[in-house]
């Protein structure tokens, strides 16, 4: 081979290699225009769909901490697209999520819900965020990982299923507690830091705070106790129950099979009404 086919070649597949996420990202971006045209036909104020359901209206007695809302997450501010604390599915997933409840309400347990449908311009915020090298939050919510990971170890990407409309983060609350009981109770170590807030508000142990991105979240990690290997147990079980799969890394992540939008990420910004 000459020295110029050799620097030809070459060239080429530095430029394929350069331009290989640009193509990856025009696909996805094929599936937002989609969206876009679903919602409001362009208009840059989309409005949700009418088959997404506010979660909470469904069944008042399904718990939620909307923790994207709010500054208790892992960039410690408000999300962008996140207007209100506010629980939204698309159709099957939330009745699911309700048959789910229903039946944890036999049990003597219920859902709290801390996150759902998550607007597409939030999971960009995440990532300008992991891009830059703010980590104040990274004692709690990132403390064994480095923040230059967080995309590699799949703890943040580029699209979310959450943007699909059927994904949700949830964990468990105890219809019968003693807040008295749970009140002084502390726990240091790694993805600790809510523990006593948790267990005062009634939630279960799983052995790991909700959004710690940690080995220690893994769904089926061996290094738990007894009672959050249970607690994880029971969630799996009743979400399995009604259609919802769980994202092995992280216990508190389902996503409703069959998708209704498998292909499409929703836009629009989390509002009241
Ligand atoms: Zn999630």
């Given at each position: 081979?000459?020295?110029?086919?050799?620097?030809?070649?070459?060239?080429?597949?530095?430029?394929?290699?350069?331009?290989?996420?640009?193509?990856?990202?025009?696909?996805?971006?094929?599936?937002?225009?989609?969206?876009?045209?679903?919602?409001?036909?362009?208009?840059?104020q989309?409005?949700?769909?009418?088959?997404?359901?506010?979660?909470?209206?469904?069944?008042?007695?399904?718990?939620?901490?909307m923790?994207?809302?709010?500054?208790?997450?892992?960039?410690?501010r408000?999300?962008?697209?996140?207007?209100?604390?506010?629980?939204?599915?698309?159709?099957p997933?939330?009745?699911?999520?309700?048959?789910?409840?229903?039946?944890?309400?036999?049990q003597g347990?219920?859902?709290?819900?801390?996150?759902?449908?998550?607007?597409?311009?939030?999971?960009?915020?995440?990532?300008?965020?992991?891009?830059?090298?703010?980590?104040?939050?990274?004692?709690?919510?990132?403390?064994?990982?480095?923040?230059?990971?967080?995309?590699?170890?799949?703890?943040?990407a580029?699209?979310?299923?959450?943007?699909?409309?059927?994904?949700?983060?949830v964990?468990?609350?105890?219809?019968?507690?003693?807040?008295?009981?749970?009140?002084?109770?502390?726990?240091?170590?790694?993805?600790?830091r809510?523990?006593?807030?948790?267990?005062?508000?009634?939630?279960l142990?799983?052995?790991?705070?909700?959004?710690?991105?940690?080995?220690?979240?893994?769904?089926?990690?061996?290094?738990?106790?007894?009672?959050?290997?249970?607690?994880?147990?029971?969630?799996?079980?009743?979400?399995?129950?009604?259609?919802f799969?769980?994202?092995?890394?992280?216990?508190?992540?389902?996503?409703?099979?069959?998708?209704?939008y498998p292909?499409?990420?929703?836009?629009?910004?989390?509002?009241?009404?």
């Open positions: 081979m000459g020295l110029v086919t050799k620097v030809i070649r070459y060239l080429g597949l530095l430029l394929w290699w350069l331009l290989l996420p640009e193509a990856i990202a025009s696909v996805e971006s094929d599936n937002l225009e989609g969206i876009r045209s679903e919602t409001v036909g362009g208009d840059i989309p409005e949700r769909p009418k088959s997404f359901q506010r979660v909470t209206r469904l069944d008042s007695s399904i718990r939620s901490d923790r994207y809302a709010s500054d208790q997450n892992f960039v410690g408000p999300i962008a697209g996140y207007l209100a604390p506010v629980c939204y599915l698309a159709n997933a939330a009745l699911a999520l309700v048959e789910v409840h229903q039946e944890l309400l036999a347990y219920g859902l709290i819900v801390f996150d759902c449908y998550r607007p597409e311009r939030a999971t960009n915020d995440f990532v300008q965020w992991a891009l830059t090298r703010e980590a104040a939050q990274k004692t709690h919510y990132f403390p064994r990982t480095d923040k230059s990971e967080l995309f590699a170890k799949g703890y943040i580029r699209h979310s299923g959450h943007s699909r409309g059927a994904t949700v983060d964990g468990l609350y105890r219809l019968q507690f003693d807040p008295a009981a749970a009140s002084g109770k502390a726990s240091n170590g790694v993805c600790r809510r523990f006593a807030e948790d267990r005062a508000a009634g939630l142990d799983f052995g790991s705070d909700y959004d710690c991105f940690d080995r220690l979240s893994q769904t089926a990690h061996p290094d738990l106790s007894e009672v959050a290997k249970q607690n994880r147990q029971r969630l799996v079980n009743a979400m399995a129950a009604k259609g799969v769980n994202y092995d890394q992280e216990w508190w992540h389902f996503t409703f099979q069959p998708e209704p292909t499409v990420y929703f836009d629009f910004p989390i509002t009241e009404d």
